[in-house]
T-cell receptor, first 117, second 114 residues
């Protein structure tokens, strides 16, 4: 089945630095990928929709200059948390549809646990 | 606005017994998909079952089945013969296919007692 690979799985960084998270569709092309954020014991909140070859669409309340999204190819989307602060510590998950497969469900990466010290 | 509501923050079931998790949603769309995802402690999101709104027949996947009531906008998940490995967070989700919008409920933590 379709696989979404997310890297790194865990990252610790110092306040003020930037962190890049990669999301790859391994055996299918994804023109659209989704980035979610999940706080402990809470649901997944959609942050933005990443579109290949164009600008990402951000949900209300998400700072686009804070969370930079790049979707340069049909298999790779990246989320960069710029000038990270402790409040950015969270679990980030990417997902994508396999549009080449009829009625494909949403496939999720394994997530990235970001800790900002 | 589209919303998904899970009114049970936490539930417990005895191993081998049956449990039902509730989900309601609000939408003005006629064409949509409904899902149940499982998130174990590893945090990996695992698709449990999916239902297309145009299908009247309730979806079934082995021990997992749904009770889809379109008019009532209700989509409950029944887990039969519960196993210890079923313990996880369960999220109900709703998708509008052509708008790339996917909404999650707040989740239900399922505990399975041996």
């Amino acid at each position: 089945g379709a696989v979404v690979s997310q890297h790194p799985s865990r990252v610790i960084c110092k306040s003020g630095t930037s962190v890049k998270i990669e999301c790859r569709s391994l055996d299918f092309q994804a023109t659209t990928m989704f980035w979610y954020r999940q706080f402990p014991k809470q649901s997944l909140m959609l942050m933005a929709t990443s579109n290949e070859g164009s600008k990402a669409t951000y949900e209300q309340g998400v700072e686009k200059d804070k969370f930079l999204i790049n979707h340069a190819s049909l298999t790779l989307s990246t989320l960069t948390v710029t000038s990270a602060h402790p409040e950015d510590s969270s679990f980030y998950i990417c997902s994508a549809h396999d549009r080449g497969s009829y009625n494909s469900p949403l496939h999720f990466g394994n997530g990235t646990r970001l800790t900002v010290t | 606005a589209q919303t998904v509501t899970q009114s049970q923050p936490e539930m417990s079931v005895q191993e081998a017994e049956t449990v039902t998790l509730s989900c309601t949603y609000d939408t003005s769309e006629s064409d949509y998909y409904l899902f149940w995802y499982k998130q174990p402690p590893s945090r990996q999101m695992i698709l449990v079952i999916r239902q297309e709104a145009y299908k009247q027949q309730n979806a079934t996947e082995n021990r997992f089945s749904v009770n889809f009531q379109k008019a009532a906008k209700s989509f409950s998940l029944k887990i039969s013969d519960s196993q210890l490995g079923d313990a996880a967070m369960y999220f109900c989700a709703y998708e509008i296919p052509n708008f790339n919008k996917f909404y999650f409920g707040s989740g239900t933590k399922l505990n399975v007692k041996p």
